[in-house]
Nanobody, 124 residues
Framework: VQLQASGGGSVQAGGSLALSCAAS????????IGWFRQAPGKEREFVLG????????YYTDSVKGRFTISRDNAKDTVYLQMNSLKPDDTAVYYC??????????????????WGQGTQVTVSS
């Protein structure tokens, strides 16, 4: 499956952005999706995950209450709504699908398919 992330940009603190992860070339509904982010000089970190059906989600503590992940399997797309953005959210955001498909994982090594990344910049 090929993934393409889009929707990044620059906003001021407190603002909102919506990211999308569009899939092609595979059975999208067979894959859980994870969102990772990588800030300059830091490791790529797992931020959110959604199961293949959308019935299970995970949010890391730093984004709980501010970010929302959802998916539309009919459109082969996962969405990431980011509200109340903070400068610490500045990073390249990547969507990824695990090799095993069905469930998301916090470990980067479990993901086989990656989107190209989209830059999110939050200024204070």
């Amino acid at each position: 499956v090929q993934l393409q992330a889009s929707g990044g940009g620059s906003v001021q603190a407190g603002g909102s952005l919506a990211l999308s992860c569009a899939a092609s070339g595979g059975t999208f509904s067979s894959y859980a999706i994870g969102w990772f982010r990588q800030a300059p000089g830091k490791e790529r970190e797992f931020v959110l995950g959604i199961s293949k059906s959308g019935g299970s989600t995970y949010y890391t503590d730093s984004v709980k209450g501010r970010f929302t992940i959802s998916r539309d399997n009919a459109k082969d797309t996962v969405y990431l709504q980011m509200n109340s953005l903070k400068p610490d959210d500045t990073a390249v955001y990547y969507c990824a699908a695990p090799g095993g498909g069905s469930y998301y994982y916090r470990e980067r090594r479990m993901y086989e398919y990656w989107g190209q990344g989209t830059q999110v910049t939050v200024s204070s």
